[in-house]
């Protein structure tokens, strides 16, 4: 389960049991919400599952899964004693974006969110996030795309989307705001 949680491996196979079995889904749930308040990685696709688990039946459109911004702490944290406050920038750890074999971070500051795509296996096609695609890179297999935010808005919300070369499309819709 902890490679289901950290790094989005074993989708398949977690989430059937999480919906054959009850107390597989609450020990899921209950291993992420430990990972995410210890602030440890919790993969993309763990957070995907646990957004859709808790939509309302019937609600439209994509799962949003929510990550939090730098705070004032942050900010704070990033400058050191003789400068001024600089702007902090917060990694996360997306894991695997199954179904293909990529890995992927996004990198959070108040003005930009960078995501960073390691390609697995399987060379990439297409990686974009917001209306921004990324350039393939000239050699070896790592993508990067980087999109402006609004530093003083109180959320932003941009889609993903990885394909692979075989046509394996990775998409989720993430919010970056309060409230997790």
Known sequence: MEAYVVEGRLKRWIEAASARW???AEDTEDMIATYREHRSTVSLVARQWQAARRR???SEGAVVVTLDPPGPADRAAAADET???V???LEEDLGVLDPGDARASLRIAPSA???TVFAGQTPLSEVQLGDR???PPQRGG???VRVERDPNAAATSVSLR???TQGRAFEARIAIGPGR
């Open 113 to 115: 969110l960078e995501l």
């Open 133 to 135: 695609r990324a350039e």
């Open 56 to 58: 309302t039946p019937g």
């Open 162 to 164: 990885v394909v692979d």
């Open 142 to 144: 790592t993508w990067t």
């Open 87 to 89: 702007e902090p920038v």
């Open 83 to 85: 400068s001024e406050l």
């Open 22 to 24: 009850p107390e597989v």
